[in-house]
């Protein structure tokens, strides 16, 4: 940064540093005395590191959803500092002092950083502000408790999705800022994603089944809601084939001949990338012995695809209902599995 530890940091460095406004670091000056220590010839403030650890505590604390006062209190305590003066600002003496409260301990809550998250769960508030702050270590913990307490399919669509959306509706309306939070939001949510077969129970393979194999179409880089089915259907016992973004078209036809799969999914998130002519080419693709030629079933999915061009193919409305049907065209549900037969 400009400014050396030395110096000092400016507020302006500090509020960049944590993703909040400057406004915010004053009012806690003012309200909890989590100000700088140093102050310059001319009065400007300068935040050394002992400051600079303190309002991360703060932050972090509060992303949690622990009460601001407290918050300040515990991140006082974390780093060595002085108790609190005896009167607020206004001269009210303070709220008694409480034992530290957890992040387990209370409702996560609170603004959500900035980004437009409207009616959402009480963690995505706590997500976006960790991505705000570009804090990734807190957006890996949030992103595995969110996992372990709800399952993938409702962590995905109630957590991660609304999350992204507001991420990406901040960033239309922001020109080009907050491009980073969205990328390090879609990064962790990819590793967590990932990561989500430790967290979380995993059902039985499915005895004999055909794999499903997942494509994003060519020219389609948006493989983030890919990522989440093939975890999904992980979790279940599906064997999946991810062949991931931009897949050739070659390529995809090679994988469905040589794995003969119950179904292909194929992304796509844009109209422009969909192909109508691309999924019947898949969907004609035969094997196996003369008068037991099978073939796969193909499903369209993303919002590229609209009734026209996904005619006359299965849709699936969410990523619930596109587990429950793989899982069944796969035998995970206990039917007979395999791809369809040629008749």
Known sequence: MAVTDAAGLTTGAVARRLGVSPATLRSWDRRYGLGPALRSEGRHRRWGPRDVALVEEMCRLAAAGVPPAEAARVARLTHGGQAPPAHGPSGAPPHEPQAPVSAQEVRRGGAGGGLPLGDARQECRGLARAAVRLDAPELRSRLLDALGQHGLVTAWEEVMVPTLRAAGRKWQSSGDRYVEVEHLLSW????????????????????????????????????????????ALEER???????????????????????????????????????????????????????????????????????????????????????????????????????????
């Not at 979380?200 to 983030?224: F, I, K, N, Q, T």
């Not at 109209?271 to 196996?288: D, I, K």
């Not at 037991?292 to 193909?298: C, D, G, T």
């Open 237 to 343: 016992g599906v064997p999946t084939r991810m062949l991931g973004a931009a897949v050739p078209v070659e390529a995809l036809l090679a994988c469905v001949r040589r794995t003969g799969p119950a179904a292909v999914v194929l992304w796509s998130q844009t109209r422009s990338t969909a192909s109508a002519p691309l999924a019947r080419h898949v969907a004609a693709l035969q094997w196996g012995p003369a008068g037991a030629r099978l073939r796969p079933v193909v499903l369209p999915a993303g919002p590229g695809w609209d009734r026209r061009t996904a005619a006359p193919f299965p849709r699936c409305a969410s990523l619930r209902e596109a587990v429950r049907t793989l899982g069944g065209l796969s035998g995970a549900d206990g039917s007979v599995p395999g791809p369809s037969a040629d008749g």
């Open 188 to 231: 962790e949510i990819s590793t967590a994603l990932r990561r989500a077969a430790l967290v979380l129970p995993r059902g039985e393979d499915a005895v004999g089944g055909a794999p499903v194999v997942l494509a994003c179409v060519p020219g389609e880089l948006h493989s983030l809601p890919l990522e989440a089915l093939e975890a």
